[in-house]
């Protein structure tokens, strides 16, 4: 990835340091760059979630954390990637590998497995919970309404109970789907990222909306 073609929001401590000033000098390399408004106190003061940094695997030269889960993915091997690039690192790397080569690639590249019938790793179902629901709680992402109806969407697709919500049957019609047209696992993730960027829009903004035959006819204007 270029640095032009970059996406950066330059943190200091308040808002009222550096981070302008760099912010500035970046947007003159070509660097869609901004200034986190209220800076770090700003952020922790509104109670919006922190990283827990030691949760994460050890990041490569290029500065990408390394997750490994199963070949031939569905549900979860996908929402969680989505949820990794999206909220964690956006340059995180995900292999796909066959089952029985899950831990001993994670050991031998010092990634992260998730999603594997192992009870000694960490990502992995907890009970009635999927992957994704456990990458939620342990990032903190769960106080968002959107990620915890998101969650649950994925949890019924996932597990086996597309009646949890209205939604999950959809998206494991979807998956299902996906994984059919796409032979190569790292091409379906990417098909996979706009349905669950959909998806996560659909419950931040739109849960609330209707479509019928009038609903999107423009506005008549009068006179």
Request: negative net charge.
């Amino acid at each position: 990835m270029s640095v032009a073609a970059s996406t950066v929001v330059v943190v200091d401590e308040d808002g009222k340091s550096a981070a302008h000033g760099v912010a500035a000098w970046l947007r003159t390399e070509g660097v869609n760059a901004e200034a986190l408004e209220g800076g770090f106190a700003g952020w922790e003061g509104a109670g919006l979630p922190l990283l827990p940094s030691r949760k994460l695997p050890r990041r490569d030269a290029q500065g990408c954390t390394l997750w490994v889960t199963r070949a031939r993915p569905k549900v979860d091997r996908v929402a969680c990637p989505w949820l990794i690039r999206r909220f964690v690192d956006p340059r995180a790397r995900i292999l796909y590998v066959p089952a029985p080569d899950v831990i001993r690639t994670a050991n031998e590249l010092d990634a992260a497995p998730f999603d594997v019938a192992d009870e000694a790793v960490f990502w992995s179902h907890r009970g009635e919970r999927c992957t994704f629901d456990v990458m939620v709680e342990e990032f903190g992402l769960g106080a968002f309404p959107a990620i915890d109806y998101l969650a649950s969407i994925v949890r019924g697709a996932d597990t086996g109970r597309p009646d949890l919500v209205p939604e999950a049957a959809g998206l494991l019609a979807v998956s299902l789907g996906l994984s059919r047209i796409y032979a190569d696992d790292l091409d379906q993730l990417e098909a996979g990222m706009p349905v669950y960027d959909a998806l996560y829009r659909w419950c931040r903004d739109a849960r609330d909306e209707t479509h019928d035959w009038t609903s999107h006819k423009p506005r008549e204007v009068k006179a």
